[in-house]
């Protein structure tokens, strides 16, 4: 099972948007509405920010949005904020192993 | 609240064992999915495996890396996840978390211990 592929970096200002693609194959991305989405900021632990595509933990900014299309799922910050500077990785279940995303950095610029 | 508290790492030979352990509070450990997943320093997440409630069968799932040198196991009267890796390499170096899963994904992750394998 290969990994996911992400952008290595994005980056924007605070106020703007910016938008992480996530691309699998149909074996997992194309296969299931069971992407998830992890910000990790510098040595913490891994916090669930999107699962089943797009729906939203308790807690997590409505600034943050999720969405999918054939292969290639996406994760959407609006309003960007400084405090939204990690590394956010994506996660597919692939009926049976889960695989995660290569990850992204988003730096506030 | 819930906690993962994960212990157990160190440093370890090539091809030597070490068993992690992972306490749970503040859920139902017991009919809850649980997982491992690790992180090489300076890389990304990488998914171990994970075992299913005993209600639903207690059956374990592996990565290719590490099916059949690792051993996940749970002891529900201690709230605890267990993993037993052996023939360890140093492509096994890495923080290892003990996560909740949810259908589809990781919704609890615990702070992470770190295994380092080097001679």
């Known amino acids: 099972q290969s990994a996911l592929t992400q952008p290595r970096s994005v980056s924007g200002s605070p106020g703007q948007s910016v938008t992480i693609s996530c691309t699998g194959t149909s074996s997992d991305v194309g296969g299931y509405n069971y992407v998830s989405w992890y910000q990790q900021h510098p040595d913490k632990a891994p916090k669930l920010m999107i699962y089943?595509?797009?729906k939203r933990p308790s807690g997590v900014p409505d600034r943050f949005s999720g969405s999918k299309s054939g292969n290639t799922a996406s994760l959407t910050i609006s309003g960007l904020l400084a405090e939204d500077e990690a590394d956010y990785y994506c996660?597919?279940?692939?009926?049976?192993?889960?695989?995660f995303g290569t990850g992204t950095k988003v730096t506030v610029l | 609240e819930v906690q993962l508290v994960e212990s157990g790492g160190g440093l370890v030979k090539p091809g030597g064992s070490l068993r992690l352990s992972c306490a749970a509070s503040g859920f139902a450990f017991s009919t809850a999915w649980m997982s491992w997943v690790r992180q090489a320093p300076g890389k990304g997440l990488e998914w171990v495996g994970r075992?299913?409630?005993?209600?639903?069968?207690?059956?374990?799932e592996y990565a290719a890396p590490v099916k059949g040198r690792f051993t996940i196991s749970r002891d529900d009267s201690k709230n605890t996840l267990y993993v037993q890796m052996n023939s360890l390499k140093t492509e096994d170096t890495a923080v290892y978390y003990c996560t909740a899963i949810a259908t589809g994904y990781f919704h609890r992750w615990g702070q992470g211990t770190l295994v380092t394998v080097s001679s």
């Open positions: 996660c597919s279940y692939a009926g049976g192993p889960y695989v």
């Open positions: 075992i299913k409630s005993k209600t639903d069968g207690g059956t374990t």
């Open positions: 089943d595509v797009s």
